[in-house]
């Protein structure tokens, strides 16, 4: 069969060919692209966080599936990472002493989203007083178009005390939130 010129059949095989070409240079310019969904929580984030009247520099890590990293380092100056992908618990003595856990009490993953429920606790006993930290906090991480939007609600409480009781309390609750940038 031959093409007649002005007949359907060229105009269909030309725009196919045309379709074709477009789809290959398609193609070949995204593998060339980082593959960086605007729903990818994947590599590592930075950037600043305000609340309270106050500013806190972060960098946050997240896995090939969208889960936290928490990075820590041990007493003996080992550093760890543990993915946050369900409920568990990490235990660990930090320099200086004490024992630190940081306890992952809940897990929402969501596409382009992930939101967790955390209890963190430190313990250390020195010269006869008991110092013990407690924090609940909310984290909530969501993919826009302006990078990884951040918001942690976080509720502390301190205690110091002594073979007569302890004094301290509950802190008022904290908001910190922000946009971090990709910078991997």
């Known amino acids: ?27 070949v ?17 930075r950037g600043t966080l305000n609340g309270n009247g106050g ?15 928490f990075d820590y380092t041990n007493n003996r100056g080992a550093a760890q990472t543990v993915e946050w992908s369900a409920p568990g618990r990490v235990q660990y003595v930090p320099s200086g002493g004490g024992v ?5 009490e809940s897990v929402d993953k969501r596409p382009g989203a992930v939101t ?3 209890h963190t606790g430190f313990e250390r006993a020195r010269n006869g007083y008991l ?19 951040v918001r942690i609600i976080r509720q502390a409480s301190s205690y110091l005390g002594d073979s007569g009781g302890s004094t301290g309390g509950p802190g008022k609750e904290e908001v910190l939130e922000g946009i971090l940038a990709r910078v991997d």
């Open 100 to 104: 630190t856990t940081v306890a992952v």
């Open 131 to 149: 110092t013990q930290q407690f924090t609940y906090e909310q984290h909530d991480y969501t993919s826009t178009n302006e990078g990884l939007w």
């Open 116 to 118: 967790y429920m955390l």
């Open 1 to 27: 069969m031959r093409a007649v010129p002005g007949s359907n059949f060229a105009t269909s095989v030309g725009l196919r060919l045309a379709a074709a070409v477009a789809a290959l240079a398609l193609s």
């Open 55 to 69: 500013r806190q520099q972060v960098q946050l890590r997240f896995s090939e599936d969208g889960y936290r990293l």
């Open 29 to 45: 310019l995204s593998s060339a692209l980082p593959a960086w969904a605007e729903d990818d929580l994947t590599g590592t984030w």
